[in-house]
């Protein structure tokens, strides 16, 4: 994640924008787009790792989330968008 730059960044918010409709609801603006762009870090990192080893699903869990500061929600949803297979902890 140390090695996505803000300019892939901004391009996967961009995208997300296209395709979801936001709503920060109750949460402060900025603090709502920090999170959105946290996890546009995090479907990149993690799709460039995907495509490096040739995997085509991947799952996660709860139990430790190391240096991520949220889960990858909203990653893990685009990333099965683009036809990635994905299973959650338990399922």
Do not use: W
């Not at 709503?23 to 402060?28: F, L």
């Not at 085509?56 to 036809?83: I, R, V």
């Amino acid at each position: 994640m140390d090695k996505v730059t803000e300019d892939q960044i901004d391009a996967m918010v961009a995208e997300y924008k296209k395709e979801y409709d936001f709503n920060a609801q109750q949460n402060e603006e900025t603090f709502f787009n920090n999170q959105v762009r946290y996890q546009a870090k995090i479907e990149i990192a993690l799709e460039k790792f995907l495509s490096a080893n040739n995997y085509h699903a991947f799952t996660s869990n709860f139990e430790d989330l190391h240096n991520l500061e949220q889960l990858p929600g909203l990653a893990c949803q685009h990333l099965m968008s683009k036809g990635y297979g994905f299973a959650g902890e338990g399922d």
